[in-house]
Structure formats: structure tokens, C-alpha cells
């Protein structure tokens, strides 16, 4: 799963390294890009995430 951040910085989902250096502010927008034969499911679970605002409040 390869997530991009709209000034076109790129991060593997794999690693928190590569997620905490997109520097993307909540409310700035990500693509979500994933590859395989688990695909929608990985979408499905990034997205779910994204969309819970991390179990922040």
C-alpha cells in the first residue's frame, strides 16, 4: 500500500518512518494506492483508519 500526500510525497504503509516524514495535517488530503491480490482489502482497512481519525478525538 503506497499512500501519497498532495505535494506529491510518497510513503510505504509499511513503515511509520516513511508515514510520519508525508507531514500531512489532518484535513489535507492522501491517495491511497495498493497493488495485489488483497487490494481491496488493504484500501478497505487504510480507509477505515483514515476515517476513524486514528481513535483520536
Known amino acids: 500500500v503506497l499512500l501519497r500526500n498532495d ?6 504503509a ?3 518512518i516513511a ?3 508525508l507531514d ?3 484535513g489535507r ?3 491511497v494506492e495498493a ?6 482489502e488493504a ?3 487504510v480507509s477505515a ?3 476513524s481519525g486514528f481513535d483520536e478525538d
Open 14 to 16: 509499511n513503515s511509520v
Open 43 to 45: 484500501l478497505a482497512a
Open 49 to 51: 483508519i483514515f476515517n
Open 7 to 12: 505535494e506529491g510525497t510518497e510513503a510505504e
Open 29 to 31: 488530503q492522501i491517495e
Open 24 to 26: 500531512s495535517a489532518k
Open 35 to 40: 497493488t495485489g491480490p488483497q487490494e481491496e
Open 19 to 21: 508515514l510520519l516524514m
